[in-house]
């Protein structure tokens, strides 16, 4: 089964994860901007953390025959910083425009502060003037109410429902995201957020539309693998072959294709893996023979 990690913060994973990724069939990912562990003092350091995951990353990413798109946006947890957060909302123009942006995010709340509701607000604005959907990221405190600060404003700014997908969703907030119309993430983490056995119940309870699962995989504890480990589960579970397609291809794809600049015909296929080649001088080998497949 080709399945789809629509929510995976490859900047701080390894090689060895691409390649793990990939053995267990993750054909194509999404790589939200997010933030580094630490903040930034700066907007070029933000130009630069875009420029990577337009360039590098997705060079890496396809060096292991996975297609890499990103999303690009300040992060919830940043937009309490004025001196950075408006600098960096000018730039942002300049890269949602480039190839292989596929929606602006993260944005949303993390304190639920008027300054992250004011730069959430901002963005969403920039999302609907270019033509891209929509990733809000949902705060870990007082997840409740932040998903539904969200969704309001959502509706107070007309954008439509279907061109945002809510992420880290949990059994309280999933049935609020689905009644609004809005699409439904949820990140598979180890110990926290959301686990694959109570996934695969809510699927139970709910079905596969607009339900989306990703694996976040961020600096933190966390595990690349969580979508197929998720499939497996499902599988276990009773859940049909069917259902766990739309949930791991369908849906992130109908979803994100809305940007426009997902091609599916091409999406379709694993691109092929030529590990001769170089990103700006740069391979992902050290030493190893490169693998190269003409298929």
């Known amino acids: 089964m080709k399945m789809f990690d629509p929510h995976i913060h490859m900047t701080s994973r390894t ?13 194509a990912i999404v790589e939200p ?11 070029g350091s933000f130009e630069d953390y875009f ?9 890496r990413a396809s060096q292991f025959g996975i297609r890499h798109f990103c999303t690009i946006a300040l992060n919830p947890k940043e937009a309490n910083n004025p001196k950075v957060s408006e600098a960096v909302l000018d730039i942002l123009p300049r890269y949602l425009q480039k190839e292989g942006v596929v929606a602006v995010g993260e944005v ?12 959430f607000a901002r963005q969403m604005e920039m999302a609907m003037e270019f033509d891209l959907p929509i990733l809000i990221h949902t705060p870990h405190r007082d997840k409740k109410r932040g998903t539904i600060r969200s969704i309001d404003l959502v509706r107070e700014l007309n954008i439509p429902e279907e061109r945002v997908l809510i992420d880290h969703n949990n ?10 119309g809005c699409w439904a993430g949820h990140s598979i983490y180890p110990n926290t957020k959301m686990a694959e056995e109570r996934m695969a119940r809510l699927v139970k309870q709910f ?15 966390s595990d690349p693998l969580k979508v197929p480990k998720t499939v497996s589960k499902m599988r276990e579970m009773g859940i049909s072959e069917a259902d766990i397609t739309t949930i791991v291809w369908d849906n992130p794809v ?24 170089l990103y700006d001088g740069n391979s992902v080998l050290r030493g190893q023979a490169p693998i ?4």
């Open 15 to 27: 090689t060895a994860d691409y390649q793990a990724m990939a053995e267990a069939g993750i054909v």
């Open 108 to 119: 949303g709340y993390d304190d639920q502060t008027d300054a992250e509701e004011r730069i």
């Open 171 to 180: 059994e309280e907030t999933l049935p609020l995201v689905l009644d609004s």
């Open 33 to 43: 901007a997010f933030w580094l562990g630490q903040p930034r003092t700066n907007a």
């Open 292 to 295: 190269v497949e003409n298929r």
């Open 254 to 277: 109908a979803f994100f294709s809305q940007s426009g600049n997902m091609d599916l015909a091409d999406i379709e296929t694993r691109p092929n893996i030529n590990q001769t080649q």
């Open 207 to 221: 079905g596969s539309e607009r339900i989306i699962v990703n694996s976040a995989a961020d600096w933190g504890v």
């Open 51 to 59: 420029n990577g995951l337009l360039g590098w990353e997705r060079f």
